[in-house]
């Protein structure tokens, strides 16, 4: 069987969330809420409320940044490649750790270290989010010509800002985006203590 690599597992799960989540990569630091971290991110005005010109405009500007070839479509590929770039490049700038840094964390956080997944849940794995993938990649591509252009990408955004903007006026609140994103991701299980369960299905990113 061939060996699939956890930077691999990895790379596909982020093409997923890329296709599910507008703006999928948060500031480094600051609110651990996913939805204070996106709103700090995307409120780019800087004016307490999201629009959706700015969601809109971030949109497109990520869309540019996946066009590789910059012919003003979106392929599968050039996703998978896109996202493979940035993960390699988070990994290569992430700090390492002091051994000192080590022992302080397994002391406030135990020594807790996921399972190794065998090769078959590997495999399972993979074969799992390249389908959902596909799935999401052609849901998206309205017209099935095999690509994704600008505005079909964008209008991902557009839907799920109506979703997030409860009032309906117009703008989405701090309030709002956090409350859609812990609606969102609380439905996520912990294990014993507040642990996440581990396991193949577990790691798969939230629709």
Known sequence: MTKISVTTLAMISLSVAALSTPAMAGPKGGDHNPGARFFEMMDTNQDGKISQSEVMAQEGSRFDEMDLNQDGKLSLEEIKTFM?????????????????????MAEKFGDHKRPELTEEQKAEFKAKMEKRMSAKFERMDADQDGSLSKEEFTSKAAAKFLKFDADKDGSVTKEEMTKAMQEKFGKHKRGPKGGHHHGVEQQQPAE
């Open 84 to 104: 493979k770039e940035k993960h390699e490049e988070r990994m290569a700038n992430r700090p390492k750790l002091t051994e000192e840094q080590k022992q302080k």
